[in-house]
């Protein structure tokens, strides 16, 4: 239903994952290093922008993609990375409803267009994200 | 230079290491399972859009990024995944500079939008990725 908002998950973000991740995906040293970030626009030490799609990703999972009919999805529309996020958060997701249809070459098959916002403990997003998923529609027309 | 296109970088995506991102960022099951896979959208194991996102920060890192003055992004335009991505499948990136100019607030940030197709070894891309990012200037107007 467009417009409709829901909030899920707990996920903290560890130092030691947050650097793992990067030395793998994203070796810039304001990713890596403390003292490299301090002098870095992150002000630093701050999770790679993949790594908080990735935690994203495994709350949205957790939160209601295993249980559904999900399909996949083509892509993302849009991706914001609105602020530094710092090791020790605790995230959480604030998904917003943009759209919903059945999809016109595949009836079986329906799109939803949300926002995901992964919100940090202050309440306030380190990441909104844009993006159609498929489902399985439950009732065939 | 706008129109400059430059091709770099090699990743092997393993079985194992796609399983693995997958159990810690998005377990769903065609992205852990062959034969939950095969009768899914995807036709068969593949991995997770978000891995094949990383992988291309990698590649980025290691082709460009780290030696460059670069200071960050601040998001992704858009993201398609094309075809699912394969477990032993080779991997490049196809550079594209779609825009370069001057930050207006910042004279002296450059700001560079570029599209990213990362590139199976049958030379067609599995994503594409459109972006900016952010450059320290290397002479102050």
Request: hydrophobic share 40%; glycine share 10%.
């Amino acid at each position: 239903m467009p417009g409709e908002v829901s909030s899920y998950g707990a996920y903290e973000l560890s130092r030691d994952a947050l650097v793992a991740f990067a030395a793998e995906y994203d070796p810039q040293p304001f990713h890596l290093d403390e003292e490299a970030a301090r002098d870095s626009l992150l002000g630093g030490l701050a999770a790679s922008g993949w790594q908080a799609c990735a935690i994203l990703m495994r709350l949205n999972c957790d939160g209601f993609l295993t249980a559904s009919t999900s399909l996949g999805a083509p892509g993302i529309d849009e991706v914001r990375w609105l602020r530094p996020l710092r090791p020790g958060t605790r995230l959480s997701v604030r998904r917003t409803v943009l759209e919903a249809r059945r999809s016109k070459s595949r009836p079986d098959t329906g799109l939803v267009k949300f926002l995901f916002e992964l919100m940090a403990d202050d309440g306030q997003p380190v990441m909104s994200q844009t993006g159609t998923i498929m489902f399985g529609a439950r009732t065939p027309t």
